[in-house]
Each structure stands twice: as structure tokens, then as C-alpha cells.
């Protein structure tokens, strides 16, 4: 079973820079994709940003020019740089993998988040 820890959430003022960190532990066959979500409350969980094991990324509208995602693929680990952080920024962020085990099935796994809130 694989597992996911997050870190770097945080209080930070609007215009600040927070980053996250997901990583990946437990045995499987490989990593597909990695990315970040994110909920706030009364709305669906949405994409932030994801990275394939290839190195194609998609983005939100919304965080482009101000996130950028990142993955050190030996370390199975995914990173999410954020500048200029927004009020709107506010919510829990989450990881997500897309996991292929060792016998060659694929599944998606989430961390358990972490809250980013963007106050003054």
C-alpha cells in the first residue's frame, strides 16, 4: 500500500510564497502522475496542478504564472511552489498519485491534506 505525506502548509500573508511537498512511500511498480488539489468549504475538490512521470504538467487557470509544480522522481517526491499567494488561495491541499503496482494494476491514492490559508 502506498502512502502519501504532505508538508509546507501554512499561514502566510497575501503576496507571500509557501511551498508543498508530497512524497511517496511503500512498495509499487511506478508512479504515473502526481498532483496537487485543493477544497474549500461549499466547493468541489479542483486541480491545482498535476505532473506526469513524463513531465507534462497541467494547470489551473487560476494559479498559472503564480505555481509551479515540480517532482524529483528519485526521491518519488512532488513539490508545489506558490508566489503570490491570494486570499483566494485559501483551502486544503491535497496529493494525489496515480500508482501502478507491481502487479501492474493502477489506482489513485490521496494524502490526508494540508490547509494553506492567506491572511493579512
Request: aromatic share 8%; net charge positive.
Amino acid at each position: 500500500q502506498v502512502q502519501l505525506v504532505e508538508s509546507g502548509g501554512g499561514l502566510v500573508q497575501p503576496g507571500g510564497s509557501l511551498r508543498l511537498s508530497c512524497s511517496a512511500s511503500g512498495s509499487f511498480f511506478s508512479i504515473r502522475s502526481m498532483g496537487w488539489y485543493r477544497r474549500t468549504p461549499g466547493k468541489q475538490r479542483e486541480l491545482v496542478a498535476s505532473i506526469t512521470e513524463t513531465g507534462i504538467i497541467n494547470s489551473a487557470d487560476s494559479v498559472k504564472g503564480r505555481f509551479t509544480i515540480s517532482k524529483d522522481t528519485a526521491k518519488n517526491t512532488v513539490y508545489l511552489q506558490m508566489d503570490s499567494l491570494k486570499p483566494e488561495d485559501t483551502a486544503v491541499y491535497y496529493c494525489k498519485a496515480m500508482i501502478t503496482t507491481n502487479q501492474r494494476s493502477v489506482y489513485n491514492t490521496w494524502g490526508q491534506g494540508t490547509q494553506v490559508t492567506v491572511s493579512s
